[in-house]
């Protein structure tokens, strides 16, 4: 066994573990999903020049640069309006849940939040039945009733009413099966 390179790998694990940082989950939807419009910079920068000629001069320059970066894509204003468009559709989504707690209202960790949600009512949806059963149990009843002879998975009655087999009592004790004579 080579334990040179087992000590290697395990110094190479350890030094490895001292840079890695742990992964921490983003917050993607109200983010600016990477808009960026262009950037804006401004560097100063100095030489140094000696010559090394008879008379031994040196200069000196100093610049000062402005540098704008422009990026390709779709043009700034439209970057932007997507952005607010998909920030104010998850507001949308989750106003309901902010305006019904009125916890949130006294925590002033929560203002720009609840300020936001104000006046904001999200529609409800009406298309549930009134009695709290889905749709789907009320379409697979439906089904049941034109249907009586089929057998359907997960039904409290399996097959038809009018069944011939009955369920032994629990008490009941099966036979014994005969044994082969081989």
């Not at 001292?18 to 990477?34: Q, R, S």
């Not at 789907?136 to 009586?148: A, G, Q, R």
Request: proline share 7%; net charge positive.
């Amino acid at each position: 066994m080579n334990y040179y390179f087992t000590g290697l790998l395990i110094l190479a694990m350890t030094i490895l573990a001292l840079f890695v940082e742990p992964a921490y989950p983003k917050n993607e939807y109200l983010n600016d999903y990477g808009v960026r419009c262009g950037e804006m910079e401004v560097s100063t920068e100095r030489r140094d020049t000696d010559y090394n000629y008879s008379d031994s001069n040196t200069h000196e320059d100093q610049y000062l640069r402005f540098t704008y970066r422009k990026y390709l894509g779709t043009d700034c204003k439209t970057a932007k309006e997507n952005v607010a468009i998909k920030q104010q559709l998850e507001l949308m989504k989750m106003c309901g849940r902010v305006n019904s707690n009125p916890s949130l209202a006294n925590n002033s960790n929560f203002n720009l939040l609840v300020s936001k949600c104000r006046g904001v009512t999200p529609a409800r949806d009406n298309t549930r039945p009134t009695d709290s059963q889905s749709l789907w149990d009320d379409m697979k009843d439906d089904y049941k009733k034109e249907n009586p002879d089929v057998k359907l998975m997960n039904d409290k009655i399996i097959g038809p009413k009018k069944s011939k087999l009955k369920m032994p009592p629990k008490d009941y004790i099966l036979p014994l099966p005969k044994p082969k004579n081989d």
